[in-house]
């Protein structure tokens, strides 16, 4: 079945820039979205078709792609980031939705 | 307000039978697509099910296909997800979604707590 590879965990300070990667054979055919979910609660999206920013949601967080990986960046990064990032996509034939496993972002 | 409420969780046994519902309302729920998602305790966002605006195409992931069905009625603005033959395994929150693009999930609701234990 297909997969997206995230990291784990990624650490940064506060002020510093994050950046999240997303792994997949079907990236550069289908788009990628993230979400953030913080402890208890639902999860939110934060970048839909690779780049695209949902309104109300802060311009610090922006997304890239390129080739077989898609990065979601957060600028200047706040205390209230800190959270775990889903990346998801769609198998190669856009039929089934596939998440990734998660990042658990730690704002030092 | 956009906003989706799921319902129907609790304990079951193994085995056992349990049906969710997903009620929609601020916006024209028969015009969208829906998912249902779940997240085991600790762990990652899994999809489990898709469903398109009028219920005629459905989809299921391999690992509740031909246990769980997914139906919506739209004169009730309702989606719903009977999940039959419970397994430990199966035990999560479970979050109804409205689709975008037929792909991406841009409303959640809070999600309900299904216990699948002896």
């Known amino acids: 079945s297909y997969e997206l590879t995230q990291p784990p965990s990624v650490s940064v300070s506060p002020g510093q820039t994050a950046r999240i990667t997303c792994s997949g054979d079907?990236?550069?055919?289908?788009?990628a979205y993230w979400y953030q979910q913080k402890p208890g609660q639902a999860p939110v999206l934060v970048i839909y078709?690779?780049?695209e920013r949902p309104s109300g949601i802060p311009e610090r967080f922006s997304g890239s792609s390129s080739g077989t990986t898609v990065t979601l960046t957060i600028s200047g990064v706040q205390a209230e980031d800190e959270a775990d990032y889903y990346c998801?996509?769609?198998?190669?034939?856009?039929?089934?939705?596939?998440f990734g496993g998660g990042t658990k972002l730690t704002v030092l | 307000e956009v906003q989706l409420v799921e319902s129907g969780g609790g304990l079951v046994q193994p085995g056992g039978s349990l049906r969710l519902s997903c009620a929609a309302s601020?916006?024209?729920?028969?015009?969208?697509?829906m998912n249902w998602v779940r997240q085991a305790p600790g762990k990652g966002l899994e999809w489990v099910s898709y469903?398109?605006?009028?219920?005629?195409?459905?989809y299921y992931a391999d690992s509740v296909k031909g246990r769980f069905t997914i139906s919506r009625d739209n004169a009730k603005n309702s989606l719903y997800l009977q999940m039959n033959s419970l397994r430990a395994e199966d035990t999560a929150v479970y979050y109804c979604?409205?689709?975008?693009?037929?792909?991406?999930?841009?409303?959640w609701g809070k999600g309900t707590t299904v216990t699948v234990s002896s």
């Open positions: 469903i398109s605006s009028s219920g005629s195409t459905i």
């Open positions: 078709k690779d780049s």
């Open positions: 998801q996509s769609a198998d190669s034939s856009g039929t089934f939705v596939v």
């Open positions: 079907a990236l550069p055919k289908q788009y």
């Open positions: 979604a409205r689709v975008d693009s037929r792909v991406y999930m841009d409303v």
């Open positions: 601020g916006f024209t729920f028969s015009s969208y697509e």
